[in-house]
């Protein structure tokens, strides 16, 4: 049975010939497309050739759907060869006839730099609306489901075809993931992953993610969780505070670096009270030291645990919940430094001039002697006072330095983790609340070999990824359920 129409990205004829010659291994192979940005000369026997202007465009996509007759399609994204494991594509076709999936997707094996390695995915979920969910280069359709969503497909986008394709199968399909290594391909991106997260911000990405936003944006509408620019008004008069603002620091043996964070709060010069909240999570390599070496100072609170299983989250939490915390609990990481003397002044003052329960400031990435490196200042001016908070669900995070009306952050409570629990903050709070933003550079977030997401593992960055993809499931069911 010849139930696979087969679509590939053509970038060079040897490439597109090796990968036909594979695809025809496998007898559910009925018709090949060739995609091409340009008229191809070159003939592929047996290949009809299509002229697109882009693979993620809606055009595209609605060509696809045009063109397919059988039960499946398959998209294949990359433009380099194409290696299907054996009974690679009739394994697809028998989960998704047993699942009734709108899209199935496989892990897969990358060849970076001729070292082939395992590349297992994560599964898909409700709150899995980042555009760049990592599906793999191979995807397998329901061809009535792709034919359904592309007559829903009101919007011309030219980069978002492809990702509000997902949005509309998921809609009404389950988007089910084969955890079986069923193919390879070869990997061209060879960055690490604490470079490749801030693509979203890269500027010249920003028509890519307007579309993109746009696209979430109404998903969000058809499913029930878009919210409307309606914020609650804050008086700012709950409880009683001695201190106007707390700095809180999180540590655990951050002996090259703490002093350097210490330092850049105690130099503050503000027209209100503040102190410094260190919470030393046990440090065993002199940090503890490092720390009572500023106890001089009145103003430098130094917590001790006596629990130990506080993550960055709880002890935060602690932090928080300290009778001396001030109105406006404000963050800075053990790692980094506030890049001038007036950065809380600036935070306080947003507070009440924004009207917001969150303020999210702009940072620059150093190296460890706190120089500029790239991607430089990240600011986040994707963000919108009207549509922030549900573009929120499709970004993987909101900037930094981050700080909180503290009555609305001890009411919430942080998430006791070590990664993601600032976001999940900023999700639930932009649900009620207005956030608010700073567009000077506040931070220097300095990049060394320590850093928690500078360079991880596939593993780790799947464990990462699909907890942030839970915190958006969890927030967009309330959302939901809020109407």
Known sequence: MKNIDAFILFSQPDQAKRTVEELRLSALINNIFLLSPEEITSVIEGCEKIVIDNLQSTQTIKRIAQKS?????????????????????ERMVRIA????????????????????????????????????????????????????????????????????????????????????????????????SGQKIFDYVDPKNRQVQIEMEQACTQHLKDVGAFLEPAFEKIEFNRGDFEYEASVIIPVRNRIKTIRD??????????????????????????????????????????????????????CWNMGVHHTKCGKFAVQLDSDDVYSGEDTLQKIVN?????????????????????????????????????????????????????????????????????????????????????????????????RWEDNSDASLDIVK?????????????WELQARKNRK
Request: charge should be negative; aromatic fraction near 12%; glycine fraction near 6%.
């Open 69 to 89: 007759t059988t039960p499946y399609t398959l998209i294949y994204q990359k433009p380099t060869v194409l290696k299907p494991g054996y009974f690679a594509l």
């Open 350 to 446: 947003a507070f009440y001039e924004q009207n917001c329960a969150m303020v999210v400031g702009t940072y620059q990435m150093t190296d460890f002697h706190m120089e500029e490196i790239p991607p430089g200042i990240i600011d986040h001016r994707e963000w919108t006072p009207e549509n922030g908070r549900n573009n929120a669900l499709r970004i993987n995070g909101l900037g930094a330095p981050r700080a909180f009306y503290t009555p609305v952050l001890r009411e919430i409570k942080v998430p006791n983790t070590s990664y993601g629990e600032d976001y999940a903050l900023g999700l639930n709070i932009s649900r009620r609340y207005q956030i608010g933003r700073i567009y000077d550079i506040l931070y220097l977030c300095r």
């Open 461 to 473: 960055m799947n464990a990462h990824n699909l907890y942030k993809d839970k915190i958006r499931t």
């Open 261 to 314: 964070a210490i330092s850049s709060v105690l130099m503050q010069k503000a027209d209100f009270p503040f102190n410094l909240i260190v919470v030393d999570n046990h440090s065993t390599d002199g940090t503890t030291e490092a720390i009572d070496s500023f106890k001089n100072d009145e103003r430098l609170i130094h917590i001790v645990p006596e629990r130990d299983d506080l993550g960055i989250g709880g």
């Open 97 to 192: 006839d047993d699942t009734q999936a709108g899209m199935v997707y496989a892990d897969y094996y990358a060849v970076t730099n001729g070292e082939k390695k395992n590349n297992p995915l994560i599964e898909y979920q409700e709150g899995s609306l980042r555009d760049d969910f990592n599906f793999g280069s191979l995807l397998l359709y329901n061809t009535t489901a792709l034919k359904d969503a592309a007559m829903r497909m009101h919007e011309n986008y030219l980069y978002a075809g492809l990702y509000d394709l997902r949005l509309k199968v998921s809609q009404k399909y389950p988007v089910v993931h084969i955890n079986e290594y069923l193919y390879t391909e070869i990997e061209e991106d060879t960055r690490a």
